[in-house]
């Protein structure tokens, strides 16, 4: 009879305890289920989240590099626009002064053209019309686009043949008028642009030549006839050379 009620007791309560621990068990099965499920999601989740880590940080490295390559491209092109902008910065400088220049030579050659033309006078006449091409080329009211190497060469030939004149002695055939006013062919000698003597074929009418302003001034002296002949068969290689005795000193010799 002691024992009884604690006996009695147990087998009310083992339904209760019993009912208990099966509730329990399910529920923790269902929680174990479920975290496994999420064990599995998370761990399919963390491998989809390596790989798309992976492929972002190829990306990543690839829009870095293209960055970087674009940085320095970028760096280039400054460097070229600093170039190119001191480039053009030289060259606007160049052509400045080269026109600068342009317009210096310009005007020395305008100088250098008058002086040119202001020797036409002085001038034989032979010689001024083998050079007339030349002085038509210098002058600005027929040849107003002619370039500057062009009025340049020209000049340089002007005065080239002007130089080689006047360093020589040369026999030309010439017709000019005298004090009588009588239109005569004479040949004359030039000994450079300093004096020129000359002589009918005749040998009648003979005298000496200077030249002038307003071009050469011939004066007659037929006393010299006989020397001046002499002079011209000796250019024409028909006499032995020999000293001409010309009075050549002045002007107012030459008349004596």
């Not at 599995?40 to 990543?60: G, H, R, T």
Request: aromatic content about 10%.
């Amino acid at each position: 009879m002691f024992y009884f009620p604690n006996l009695f007791c147990y087998f009310l309560l083992f339904p209760f305890l019993v009912g208990i621990s099966h509730g329990q068990v399910k529920e923790t099965h269902q929680i174990i289920e479920e975290w496994v499920k999420t064990k599995q999601i998370f761990s399919e989740e963390k491998s989809i989240w390596k790989s798309e880590k992976a492929a972002l940080i190829d990306i990543e490295a690839t829009l870095s590099k293209e960055i970087e390559e674009l940085e320095e491209k970028l760096l280039q092109f400054e460097k070229e626009n600093v170039g190119a902008a001191q480039q053009r910065t030289n060259l606007t400088s160049r052509k400045e002064k080269a026109q600068i220049a342009s317009l210096q030579f310009s005007e020395g050659m305008q100088n250098i053209e008058k002086e040119i033309k202001e020797t036409n006078n002085l001038l034989p006449s032979p010689l001024r019309d083998r050079l007339s091409t030349f002085y038509e080329k210098i002058d600005s009211t027929q040849n107003k686009n002619l370039p500057l190497r062009k009025r340049l060469e020209a000049s340089v030939a002007l005065l080239q043949s002007i130089h080689l004149f006047h360093r020589a002695v040369h026999l030309e055939r010439q017709e000019f008028s005298l004090d009588d006013g009588k239109s005569r062919e004479f040949r004359v000698i030039y000994f450079g642009l300093g004096v020129a003597y000359f002589v009918n074929e005749s040998g009648s009418v003979a005298g000496w030549g200077k030249p002038a302003e307003n071009g050469w001034q011939w004066t007659r002296q037929d006393e010299l006839a006989k020397e001046i002949s002499t002079g011209v068969s000796i250019m024409e290689n028909r006499a032995m050379p020999r000293f001409l005795e010309l009075p050549i000193s002045s002007p107012s010799n030459l008349k004596e």
